[in-house]
């Protein structure tokens, strides 16, 4: 059976409420740090696409912690502006680095997760890179699409029939980022990717294995 750390992720007076799950390669790969979608609408760290990924990375003996934001779950504090998830993001950065002695971190976000989760990308040498699942530009504004610049190595994965991260405008935007980055468009998937979430695992799991 797969052991799954319970626990609680210190932010100065916050709480995050986080799993994790420590590969038997130990620190020989990468970590990935997961984040979930908009508190404000559901979102969560049982999210079906952060399920989805996170069991595909256990699966494959890949380190990986998945959180609540703030105010999410059983953790505390209440949902902020953006900047307080996004202190969120690097303190679980740091209990990766601090606490599991991870040398290697991919940040995967999934909509408002990526969004924060990607703008944290140059906090640390040891982030090399992120993920981004449906990147909401257009509801976010430029502050966010600025933090997340990198040279660092990135996927974008977005679905073609997504009304919310508007596909119409993905390239418009990922066109603005700067290489190395690779795009990948699901078929038919809208924002929530019901029926997709084995594409968009496997997807991430093939961006992982090309980098590592």
Excluded at 43 to 58: D, E, P, Q, R, Y
Excluded at 61 to 83: A, E, Q
Excluded at 134 to 154: I, N, R, V, Y
Aim: with cysteine.
């Amino acid at each position: 059976m797969v052991e799954i750390d319970i626990l609680f992720i210190n932010n100065n007076e916050i709480k995050l409420e986080a799993e994790y799950y420590q590969s038997s390669l130990r620190n020989t790969r990468p970590s990935v740090l997961i984040c979930h979608p908009h508190p404000q609408f559901g979102g969560n760290m049982h999210n079906n696409i952060v399920s989805a990924v996170f069991n595909k990375l256990i699966n494959s003996n890949i380190s990986c912690l998945r959180f609540n934001f703030r105010g999410v779950g059983r953790s505390s504090g209440n949902h902020s502006d953006g900047m307080g998830e996004l202190s969120d993001v690097k303190a679980s950065v740091d209990f990766l680095i601090n606490n599991k002695k991870c040398e290697k971190i991919i940040i995967c976000g999934y909509s408002y997760g990526a969004v924060i989760g990607c703008s944290a990308v140059n906090y640390s040498d040891k982030i090399i890179g992120f993920i981004s699942i449906s990147f909401p530009w257009d509801f976010m504004g430029a502050k966010f699409k600025e933090l997340s610049q990198t040279s660092k190595k990135k996927l974008f994965i977005q679905g073609n029939r997504d009304t919310v991260a508007r596909y119409e405008n993905f390239y418009e935007n990922f066109n603005l980022y700067l290489n190395p980055k690779i795009s990948k468009i699901i078929d038919g998937a809208d924002h929530f990717y019901g029926g997709y979430e084995e594409q968009v695992a496997n997807a991430i799991l093939d961006f992982y294995y090309s980098i590592v």
